[in-house]
């Protein structure tokens, strides 16, 4: 039998544990899917927006794999020095696959980051979607305006939360902490700002369009800005996904504000330089405004400096610039991309290949690509795994690991404790009149997952 540990339940892990209990080189094989988060799914559950069911829908199919006899979901363990060492974690499995992900985001590097009412959008998003990790709150409290910096798919999302009613937030799974902040927000004006041009942002024509289907909200673009990009006129030469949103910006652009409730307006060719405080210095100053550089093309896919400035109020700043892996406890990384040095999928130690030790997912190849860019990826790694099974196997291994988890002091949530999750937050949601609502802390989660049933 090979025996293999998957660290990390989102797509990346369950597609790697898909793989190998699909193929039909090892006759046996079984898998356990560890996380730190007592819930499977990743940003699946805790990154993909409340608002986009379609999406969170693909739960389903990553659930029919953690149900598969030869799966077996054990959450709440921690890798590492506050939990297992990655050393005794090694020894209970012929081999290891690591898809943690990148857990932290980019900083913009600017004075005035600091300032209270500036967050990253990870955090945000955190908070609106209860992972239990989220410690804070009161983002909307006190604004009028909101700035994102940034013009990925993840600062479409964040936009387009800041700007819904409680109508359409009250069906989704949403934390009613956050749905009752929300629902009290007076943020009407948002300003999405990217640093280069319209044919180089990165959100999806998709995503972008769902911000001009929003109630009693309108989307402003400046012609004048568009205009600088100097293939918004000549699109031709662009990708087809970026000649779309091209057009649905043309569109946007040519359309006069009708004086809607809420305004979102998108923004080119600027980038922050400063956030400024909107008071005293001292602990606890605000941000009130931040203060962006106008850039053109540089003729070689970036931008340049003009020297022209231009301060955007706003009582709330959210970056969203982009994810970053971070090092993992027993394991090399690449601290300039990111990433965990690998060939293959197979970790490289100081230039070797490491026995039994893999990985998949973005600590794999970095932040890119979307949820289905994680079957090749994890499909690669397992066909070096396989590869080296018939080396694997000949290690004798120790007891089942879940008795040494819990012999080291470890409690996992199994998937009965997840199940019982589930029921905990149908049960809520029913109490407050909406459908499935998100248990938002460790406490409450696992409190559920000791009800499980035998």
Not at 284 to 308: I, S
Request: aromatic share 6%.
């Amino acid at each position: 039998m090979l025996r293999v540990a998957v660290v990390g339940s989102g797509p990346s892990g369950v597609y790697t544990a898909q793989g190998l209990v699909q193929q039909s080189q090892v006759p046996e094989v079984r898998v356990d899917v560890l996380d730190r988060l007592p819930c499977p799914y990743g940003l699946v559950r805790y990154g993909v927006a409340p608002d986009h069911e379609k999406i969170k829908s693909l739960q389903n199919n990553l659930r029919a794999v953690l149900e598969d006899e030869r799966v077996r979901f054990l959450g709440g363990v921690r890798i590492g020095p506050d939990g297992l060492p990655a050393a005794r974690l090694r020894e209970l499995y012929h081999a290891v696959v690591y898809c943690v992900g990148a857990a932290t985001d980019r900083h913009l590097g600017v004075p005035g980051e600091e300032l209270a009412g500036s967050w990253s959008a990870t955090e945000f998003v955190s908070w609106y979607s209860a992972h239990p990790d989220s410690v804070a709150d009161g983002f909307v409290l006190g604004a009028r305006s909101a700035v994102v910096i940034g013009v990925g798919n993840v600062a479409v999302d964040v936009t387009r939360i800041l700007a819904r009613g409680t109508a359409e937030l009250s069906p989704t799974d949403m934390p009613q902490a956050a749905l009752t902040a929300l629902a009290a927000s007076e943020v009407t004006e948002i300003s999405m700002v990217g640093r280069r041009g319209p044919s180089q942002a990165r959100f999806t024509t998709k995503e972008l369009r769902e911000l001009g289907a929003l109630p009693d909200t309108e989307v402003i673009v400046d012609p004048r800005e568009l205009e600088l990009d100097p293939q918004y006129n000549e699109p031709s030469g662009l990708p087809a996904a970026n000649r779309r949103n091209v057009e649905v910006l043309r569109g946007w652009a040519a359309t006069p504000p009708r004086g809607a409730a809420r305004r979102i307006r998108l923004r080119f060719f600027l980038r922050p330089v400063e956030l400024l405080g909107d008071g005293e210095e001292g602990e606890g100053r605000r941000v009130g405004a931040v203060r962006f550089e106008r850039t053109v093309p540089d003729g070689h896919g970036g931008v340049t400096g003009t020297g022209q400035y231009e301060d955007i109020d706003a009582q709330l700043v959210l970056r969203s610039v982009g994810y970053r892996g971070v090092p993992l406890d027993g394991l090399p990384f690449d601290a300039e991309h990111g990433t965990v040095p690998h060939l293959a999928g197979r970790v490289v130690r100081d230039g070797t290949i490491a026995p039994g030790e893999y990985v998949a997912g973005w600590i794999k190849r970095g932040p890119t690509g979307v949820i289905g860019t994680n079957r090749p990826c994890a499909k690669e790694t397992v066909t070096s795994l396989l590869e080296d099974a018939g080396m694997l196997v000949r290690r004798e291994l120790p007891e089942d690991p879940l008795v040494a988890l819990r012999a080291a002091g470890l409690t996992p949530v199994e998937w009965a404790g997840w199940q019982a999750i589930e029921r905990a937050e149908a049960e809520l949601g029913a109490s407050l009149g909406r459908g499935v609502v998100k248990l938002p802390d460790w406490t409450s989660l696992l409190a559920a997952a000791r009800t499980a049933r035998p």
